[in-house]
């Protein structure tokens, strides 16, 4: 090997999958392998939970703010539930994260946070008033 984990983790990278397709096993730096794929696993959770409060962040804004709706918002909506759905279908495993009652409660802070922010929003709901399927649908948009 001649990359090392520590001086470039990129290079590191390439080198691995190298010595995998090569069969090469003893020169596998098994340690940080398995570190990589833990982190790749934590980073698609962020990011399924990252989508999920943009798009509830966006909900709010359209129930609360029904004279400032527009075609951003609602391209916003469709394009997150359009990555939230293109994610769970390529992991679906990540599905059960949707019954999580502390992920639940992280995401729902998190949209809250997020519309009070830029929508100078005061007063959201501090539990989940919708459902992932609900808000999940093609077609919902909240009155």
């Given amino acids: 090997m001649t990359a090392t984990y520590e001086d470039d ?7 691995q999958v190298a010595l995998l397709r090569t069969g090469q096993w003893a020169l596998l730096d098994i340690e940080h392998i398995a570190e ?3 982190d790749m ?15 509830m962040a966006h909900l709010l804004k ?3 703010q029904p ?13 997150q539930r359009d990555k939230i759905d293109r994610l769970l ?9 949707l019954e999580d009652p502390e992920w639940n409660q992280d995401v729902w802070d998190d ?15 501090e539990v989940r008033i919708w459902g992932f399927g609900q808000v999940l649908s093609a077609d919902y948009l909240p009155s």
């Fill in 9 to 15: 983790v990129a290079a590191w990278a390439l080198e």
């Fill in 36 to 38: 990589e794929i833990e």
């Fill in 41 to 55: 696993n934590i980073s698609h959770r962020h990011q399924l939970a990252h989508r999920m409060a943009i798009l």
């Fill in 62 to 64: 359209w129930k609360y």
């Fill in 67 to 79: 004279d400032r709706r527009g075609r951003s918002w609602k391209n916003t909506i469709r394009n």
């Fill in 89 to 97: 279908t390529r992991m679906p495993s990540l599905r059960r994260l």
């Fill in 111 to 125: 949209a809250v946070d997020l519309a009070g922010r830029e929508a100078n929003l005061s007063g959201l709901p």
